[in-house]
């Protein structure tokens, strides 16, 4: 037997381990959200590929140009020398520090040209015209007023980028990735020299990062911000790691407070404690094992199920106190009543998984998963714990509080109680109406963050894309994305037209044309053998051989790509930054990017006349619009689903039509009761109130159930079904609002909402329960007056 | 991201620059007069002296200034380019080609005016010495007899990105500008030497206006 238990012992040891150290968080708030959803899926693809995972984002703002300038230079010169934490610290533009990286990306862009032009380019270059084409760039030198056209004739004499001047390529602008155009404010982007294991990684890495900075941002006066992947990962992690241990530890506490006022008993309270640091350490393992990256809301779960599991514990310890028999018998009495409320509650939990929210449903997983584990260790390991002390003739009088909550008064306070909490309640509902509505996606976001705090920064004053759309564009080839991109900058040129846009800018100009670059290639191979005669008759025009450089690096470029097939993509370090948030290549897929300014109110139109296959027209607030329409009702669907499912499996319970009705109207009442609260606390439905709704039904239905199976048990007599279970249910109840209520400080404002809308809803449950469901039974089942 | 090929040729290095007192006697002077011009036409001779080039470009002109704010500049002659200010608009036009751009003349953080753009002075220079020297940093002071050579840099970032200087030659009895020079981070330089300077001129209103009849007119795209 011994032999038994310790090979159990050692088998948990062992799943526990392996099952905890496979947890990991995923930070990414589209993983919470329908993956079916078009806005979804565009979102998550543009994020995915475009937002650089090891990248951080510094942002400095001062008040002079010339220091915020200096301290970039200097933070990004002091981690440049650390070449084990940070690859790359990229203050300026890499064209800014080699120049002549560009010719690759103008060879590339000639390259992409249709065959007309090229034609004109390359006649352009031939012995008879050569002179003449130099010639006229020398007049044109002498008589244009504009200073880029002189900057880049002086250096290209033979007009090489005149088929790039109509695309809007040559086009310069004073602001820019890394600075304002007041120079105040500007971006550095280091990459972390390693890929992160971890989110401890990153917030190791991060912090290694800003130690090596110092004090550098205030010697230069300047105010610094982190935003970026991993700034968000840390920022996160860490605020769901901290409300995960903080509001679980907190949940023990208040259980621990509220057993002890009710037994005053050490030992059990101390084998109660064990007994859910064992359920949730099983939970976390098996959720390790089985499910994918915990997401914020998943790690929610272990406030709610601690605060749930211990109703089974309370339950059999409260069961325990009366009974005289072996624990096998105990374990027979507790079974029929754990049973019933926890798969009610477990079903209600896995049903999340109706909703196509990915991260409610691994909450619902999470929980289903602990209220499971919950009933099994409360019924196997704690009722023998439990009898143990009775055995040792360790039971004591009824505290205090036991007493109080078995008085007549103590009933007849509560009834009272209750029915005025109703009728300020029903009261304010009436008044003020239902609770209002918020679908937009800050209820996604986390309440304090310095990522988000910077990347809002970085929205104001360097690139405003918080009004403007993302245009995504998915394919297999380039082909096929080139072909997307053409039809979808018609379609948004069109718009413009139309007044539905205000402008526009997609990759189409720096994508690959591939049956150009066929075209092309071998015609502009051919001219590097020409590159000294080129050479010559420029400098007998009057241009010195730095006037060269770029037309020989151009002409050289193209002959080293002769052998290669296309497409061809440009890949020098200016180009891949260039690109790197314009193009992404891999994973079997291309994606192509693209930023629309659209006039406001016209998005929905503007999108329906865009989008198509593998083309996404994108944005946070588009994503809010469609979540609104998807996710109510779906949630009415589900919560229907589950209602039913409850009904059900309470009619086989009961065999009463009669229960199942009064469970019904109480669940009813509760529901109205608690949107009542919400208008008088001025709290707003969200994704994640609905949620709520769906738990309700699912933990706060136990209390009713728990009442209508004592009032069978007791033969329909109410004060008697109370008095047995008025303990339970405080107690039940006390540790269930403790565990919601724990989390609504939560850093994630949804799953704060989830936590103060359950934690009200649970309390106003086990009130009417309690005070108000057995008179109402008793009233049902009130003996019939026969006529005289 | 896709705006970098004409901006590449313009980056070099800056050279340090002493900090130094300077005597602002000559150019509080200079500033004081311009409120005495209320209208202006001159020849110039404007050098291009390209890094590029074996040997620098000269082209000669005319301008005329008027108060407040209208202006013309031709480059050429005939005039190959002229460059007119009506009211808030500055126009860039090219006679042969039969076209004009269009662009606001008045500058933003982001955007100098066209004025700035093309290497011309604006006028006035300075509002006062305050505004000049909110304006601009001073490099270096000169004089020699009543002429007087000032280097100047304009404190806002675009500019310091692509300008080495504004150097400036004038007259400090007259207040006649004598030369202007924009020396820019390439070692290239594009100087205007002023003559037949008059001052005050009745100026005909045609002069300031532009018939733009068979012209393509179109907005500058920056």
Redesign the interface.
Known sequence: MRAGWLALGVAAVVFIAAGLSRISFNVDILKLLPTHLPQVEGLSLFLKKFAQPRELVVTLEGDS?ENV?ACADEIAKILAAEPQLVSRAVAR?P??KS?AD?AE??AYLLLNQPPPQIAELTARLTPENAPATVQAT?EK????????????R??D?YDL?AP?LSS????????S?F?????KFRVLYIESAQAFRSYKDTIAWLREVRAKIGDIPVRHGCRLGFTGEPAFVADISASTEWDMKSSGFVTLLVIALIFWLCYRRARPLFDLQVMLVLIFTLTLATAGLFLEQLTVIGVGCAAIMIGLSVDYGYFVFQRAQQHAGTVRELQRLCLQNIVWTSSTTATAFFALNLSSLPGLAQLGNLVGIGVVIGAIVMLTVFAPLTMRFHRRGEMREPSPVEKFVVTPGFFRIGAWFTVAVIVLLLGTLAIKGLPGVDFSARSLRPRVSEAYTALDRLSERLTDERDLLSLVVRGQDETEVRERLTRAEAALAAAKESGDVRGF?TAL??WPDVANQKANLATLAALAPEIPRLKQTMQTA???D??FALTESVLKQWAAWAGRPPPIWPDNESSRW?FR??AHRGDGQLLAMGMVQPVPGREDALAAAVEGEGVYLVSWSRLGLQLKHVIPREFIQVILGLSAAVLIILGIAFRSARAVGLFAVTTLLVLACLAGAMSLFGMQWNFFDLAAVLLLLGTGTDYSILLLLALRRNGGDAPAAQRELALVIVLCCSSAAAGFGTISWANNLGLASLGQTCALGLVIDALISLFLLPRAWAWLHRPKVLPA | ???????????FTAAALPAAEFDFAPVKKWIAKQDDFRAVSADFTQT?S??????P?A?TGRLWFKAPNHFR?E??RPA??I?LRKGDTIY?IQPGKKRAERSAASA?????SPMQ????MSMPFARDFADFQRQFETLAISTDGPRCHLEVLPR???AKK?LSALKLDFNTQTGHLLAFEMATR?G?ALRNEFSNVEVNPKLPAAIFDFDFTGYEVVDA??
């Open positions: 140009a300038e533009p064209w800014e120049p560009l990306l103008l020398l030198l002498n008589d244009s007023v504009s200073p880029q056209e002189i900057a880049m002086s250096y004499p980028a790039l809007g390529l040559m086009s310069g602008g004073q602001q990735e600075s304002s155009a007041d120079g800018r100009p720096i009057g241009f010195n730095e006037a260039i948030r314009a | 991201m896709l705006r970098v090929l004409p901006l590449a040729a313009l980056l291009r390209l890094r590029a080039l074996k040997s470009l082209q500049w480059l050429g190959k380019t460059v860039m933003t953080p982001d955007k100098p753009a093309f290497g011309m806002t970032p675009t692509y390439d290239s795209k920056n």
